[in-house]
Nanobody
Framework: QVQLVESGGGLAQPGGSLRLSCAAS????????MAWFRQAPGEQREFVAA???????YYAGAVKGRFTISRDNSKNGVDLRMDSLRPEDTAVYYC?????????????????WGQGTQVTVSS
């Protein structure tokens, strides 16, 4: 059974930075697609960024140029570096993993999920 655990959320000021981490256990995901999604109150879960098993990365338009997804094979997971944060980035951020290498941008295509970590951007 695969377990994903996120860390690194918290409060940041507009224009600030945060780094989220996701550690996986139970199965090696280094050659599988992993992604970050987020969900704001009253909203649907939305795609943020993903990396394929081969290292290709893809970003939602709202975060492209500000967020960076990267693998951390030491913890069998992924990180999300978030810069130039905006109040509209406030949400619970979820790490997700697939049992396949090709990345997808819809939540139903992911097999494994973390519990989420809160990110709040406010002055």
């Amino acid at each position: 059974q695969v377990q994903l655990v996120e860390s690194g959320g918290g409060l940041a000021q507009p224009g600030g930075s945060l780094r989220l981490s996701c550690a996986a256990s139970g199965r090696t995901l280094s050659s599988r697609a992993m992604a970050w999604f987020r969900q704001a109150p009253g909203e649907q879960r939305e795609f943020v960024a993903a990396t394929s098993g081969g290292g290709y990365t893809y970003y939602a338009g709202a975060v492209k140029g500000r967020f960076t997804i990267s693998r951390d094979n030491s913890k069998n997971g992924v990180d999300l570096r978030m810069d130039s944060l905006r109040p509209e980035d406030t949400a619970v951020y979820y790490c997700a993993g697939r049992s396949r290498a090709d990345l997808r941008t819809t939540p139903e295509m992911y097999d494994y999920w973390g519990q989420g970590t809160q990110v709040t951007v406010s002055s």
